[in-house]
C-alpha cells in the first residue's frame, strides 16, 4: 500500500520514518520525497497487512496520512502518441496490440514524471 | 498498368479495392507486387504527429467603421498582419501572451471545436480604415475563410533524440533524460505517406489528401524538404476540419505545438508503386542524434531503423535505452481507416500531381555572419592546485588580478573552481584548504565551442567565468562574463 505522508515544521525534524521502522520492525520503503525546512511530504510503501498499524503510529507521532488509493489517470486528451512511455521509471505505459497506451497503474509510483511530459496533459492524479 | 482515371471510375462506381498501408505489406509479401498492383487501387498511409510548421489563414470581414490590423491577438496570441486590412495568419507555435502552455495550437482546436475565441486588433487609422481599434468574438462560422496552410508537415522520416549530457533537456523532441536515460523519435515508418512512395511518383504538387478529416491538397515540397527527409506543405479548409483528427499539444521548455493527422491515398498505377507500398520499419534508416550538445550539427550516436525504434528499445553504448515514439501510431491507423472509408464510400477521388517533388534537394544551414568561437575570448587562467592552502589562493587571485581559480591536479587537469567568495567563505568557515572550499561542479566550455554557447551557460547558471578545457579535461584558458562583454561592446 502507499501512504502519502504531509509533515509539518515540527513533525519533519524528527526521524518519524525511522523510528516507525524500528519499532514494527516492518521495512518502509520512500518512493518520493519533498522535504523542506518547514514542511515535508513523502510517499511511501508499507506491507498491506501491517497498514493499520503503521498508520497510527504516523498518526501518533503528528503525521498527516492518506492513503493512495488511485494512480495515474488520464483523460480523453491522450492521443497515445507514447511519449510517457520512455519517461516513467517503473515502465507503467506500454503500447498495445492496437497501439494505444496502456496504463498498468499498480506499478506506478507518484513520482509524477510523465505528467510534467505529457505534451497534451492528459495525465493526472485523481484526488 | 492503371490510370488515376480508371480508378476514380472504380471509386465511382463502388468497386474499388482500398487498403491500408499496413494491410499492403502483406498482401504484397503473400502475392507479390504484380499480383498485387492487379487486385489493390489504393493504399492508404498516414501519420499524426506534431507538426509544428502549420497555421491557419483567416479574413474576418470587414468592420464598421473598417480597419487595418496593425496587430492582431485570437485569445492573447499575436497572429501575423503583414497582409490585407483583415487577413492574418496564426501560428501553431506561438504562446499566448497571457495564459501558460497555451499558444496558435490551442486557438486552432478550439475553433475546429466550435467555440468561440476573442478577437482583439489595433490598427492604424488610415483614410481609407479610419478604425484604431476592436474587440470582438468569433467563431469559425462567422470569418469567411479560414484555410489551414501549413508550410512544412508529414516528415517522411526523423532523427531520433537521445541526451548524453547530465542534465534533464525540455525540447520538441520531448523531455529527454541525462545519461542517455531515454530515446524520442517521430514518425510512423512503414506508414507514413512519403516512405510509400519514396520516388514521389504519386505524391506531388495538386495530390489530394486528407488533412485533418478534411480534404486538403499538397501545394509543394515543404520547408527543409531533404529526401529521403522529405516534407510537405499542405493546406486545407478549417471549417471542414474534425477535431478528432487535431489536437493542440505543449512541449514543456518548448512552446505550443499541434497534433496533425495527415493521410495520403497513393494509387496503385503498376507493379513498381506496389513494391514501394511494401516497404517495411527494417528498411526505413535513420540515426539517433545527441540533443546533449546545443549546436546545429548534434553529433549523431548511432544508425537506427524504425523497426529498432518501435521495438522501444535500442542500444547505445552497450546499454539498452528505452525508446518513446512522438507520433501515434493509433491515430495514423484511425486517418488511414478513415480516408480508406471516405475512398471506398466515394466521397474522395483521387488526384495526380501536376507539378513533381523534387527527389534531391539539400537543406542548407542559415548563413550567418562570421561565427565567433570561445577561443577568441579565451584569456590564460591563473589555475591552483588542490592541496594548496587559502591564503596561497588569495595572494594569487589579488597579485594576478583575477577573480577566479580553476583548481587542477598534477596533470592539469581541471578539479574544481575557486572564486574570491570561495575565498571569503573559508574566512568565516576557518577552512584551511583550497579543496575545502571549492566548487567541484564545474561548468565548462570547448574552445571550439561559439561564445553564444559560453554566454547562454554564463546567465543560465547564473555565473560569471568558465573554464575553457580540451577533451582531456585539462584547463586551456578562461573566458569571463567582463571579457565577453568588453569584446563585443568594440
Redesign the interface.
Known sequence: MLLQLRFDSKTVKEPIISRVAIKTGVPINILKADVGARKGEIIVEIPDDKSKEIESLFLEMGVEVHEITKSIARND?C?????????CPT?VFQ?NS????EIKSEKCIHCGACV??C???ALYFPI | MKTIEEINEKIKDGSVCVVTAKEMKEIVSELGPEKAAKEVDVVTTGTFGAMCSTGVFINFGHSDPPIKFRKAWLNDVEAYTGLAAVDIFLGATKPSETRENYGGAHVIEELVFGKEVELRAIGFGTDCYPRKEIETIISLEDVNQAIMVNPRNAYQRYRAATNSSDRLLRTYMGTLLPNYGNVTFAGTGEISPMNNDPEFRTIGVGTRIFLCGAKGYIIGEGTQHSPPFGTLMVKGNLKEMKSEFLKACYFPGYAPSIFLGIGIPIPVLDAEIARSTAVRDWEIKTTIVDFGVPRRDRPVVREVTYAELKSGKVEINGEEVRVSPLSSFYMAEKVMKELKKMIEKGEFLLSLPVERLKSKEVFKPMKQKEIRIVREFMTKAVTIGENSNIEDAAMLMINKNVNHLPVVDEEGSLKGIITSWDIAKAVTKGAKKVKEVMTREVITVFPEEPIAIAISKLEKYDISALPVIDAKRRVIGIVTSETISRMLEV
Do not use: A, N
Open positions: 486528451d492521443v497515445h502518441c507514447g511519449l510517457c512511455i520512455s519517461i515502465e503500447l492496437e497501439m494505444m497506451v510534467k511530459v505534451p497534451t496533459m
